[in-house]
């Protein structure tokens, strides 16, 4: 999954996507191919395939967390 961040939601169209990343739920974007630059707004670009003839794929979830480390 590329993915790319930046602060305001203008400048996220212009930033550079990084990656692809695994799609293993505990993916960090901090670790190679990344990382992530910290920005209040994520994208993520999804690719929808089927193994079926005639089934339209979907995606059903996406979930993204925060972790703040240098909270103290």
Not at 1 to 14: H, N, V
Not at 46 to 71: E, F, H, N
């Amino acid at each position: 999954l590329p993915t790319r961040s930046a602060p305001t939601s203008a400048e996220l169209g212009t930033a550079p996507w990084i990656g692809p990343f695994t799609a293993d739920p505990t993916t960090s974007l901090a670790e190679p191919p990344g990382p992530v630059s910290a920005g209040r707004f994520l994208e993520l670009s999804l690719r929808l395939w089927s193994s079926t003839p005639g089934i339209m794929p979907r995606v059903r979830a996406v979930s993204v967390a925060a972790r703040c480390d240098d909270v103290g």
